[in-house]
């Protein structure tokens, strides 16, 4: 008992220092769904960029069929680059997108159903209805550049309740803007570094529990987190000793949910990590560990309401359900 209080000293000297300890993944197992999803026969998925939820429980997938990352690429997609998939079932509800996009890339789900996607090769950002009618288009078509009009290589969306959203903008820039709910510019932060409020592909965006704002620092790898108005408050670190970060998601419980990899297509570097609203690391799940799932190529997470995670892939061409045990 004698040892008691050197223990408490030493986990606050490392709760100050910033090094969070990692807990146990007591609870925070999940086992991967096989099969899944069940597409009818001609319906193939190319590299999977994107991934969400709607507000049924729908799970939305953007892919590129037929595509790599081709950022130069001329000829759109023949092929529905949005697809709609039963949670349960795997069976595909809905598909859309023929002859619009080139280089798919981020998807996210708003509060009233619509769709919004960006596309690297078109430089854009999208606002479509549920069933795949336009709403909005930001951005010049195929023209690449830093200014309220236009984008380079644009990698996310995350848009908030009362319609105005950001844009994480991404391979080329070095950026996350702001806009409001129909569209009109408000202001930018970020430029080319690994300092605070720099960046090397802001390539993820979520929302924190108190609304901050969460952005995967790609090649830093880091997540950032400013309030909502684009001031720099804190950075995570955690994932640093994996990899690279790709994209963050934060469920209903303010859990927080990191996709990692070190190496491209290099399974044992693949992985998710869950983080506590502490930032604690609570549940790994990949890396090469024996029993676990094999990742390649983690590109996006979404997470449903009940705790199920799932990973978007490019290079295997596929969506991973994680269920949790």
Known sequence: MRFRPMLILLLAIATLSGVAAT??????????????????AGVELGEVSGVAI????????????????????????????????????????????????????????????????????LQQVMKF?????????????????????????????????????????GYV???VALFDRTGRFQFEWGKKGDGESQFSNPHGLAFAPNGDVLVADRQNSRIQVFDRMGKFKSQWLGAKPKGRVFGVAVDGAGAMYVGVRQTDYDPPSNGILKLDRDWRIVASIGFGE???????????????????????????????????R
């Open 23 to 40: 807990v146990p993944p007591q609870g925070n197992a999940y086992e991967e769904v096989k099969d899944w999803p069940k597409l009818p």
């Open 290 to 324: 024996a029993g676990q799932p094999v990742f390649n190529a983690v590109h996006d997470i979404a997470v449903a309401k009940d705790g199920t995670i799932y990973v978007a892939e490019t290079r295997t061409k596929r969506v991973r359900k994680l269920r949790p």
């Open 129 to 169: 209805s549920h069933d795949g009618k336009p709403l909005l288009t930001l951005g010049e078509a195929r023209v690449g550049g830093w200014d309220a009009g236009h984008f380079n290589q644009p990698t996310d969306i995350a848009i908030r309740d009362d319609g105005s959203f950001y844009v994480s903008d």
């Open 54 to 121: 709607d507000n049924n429980g729908h799970v939305f997938v953007f892919h590129r069929p037929g595509r790599g990352f081709e950022p130069q690429a001329t000829e759109v997609l023949k092929d529905a680059a949005v697809l709609e998939v039963d949670a349960d079932s795997g069976k595909l509800l809905n598909s859309w997108g023929r002859n619009i996009f080139l280089v798919p890339h981020g998807i996210t789900v708003d509060s009233a159903n619509n769709v919004w996607v960006n596309d690297v090769g």
């Open 173 to 175: 820039n070095s950026r």
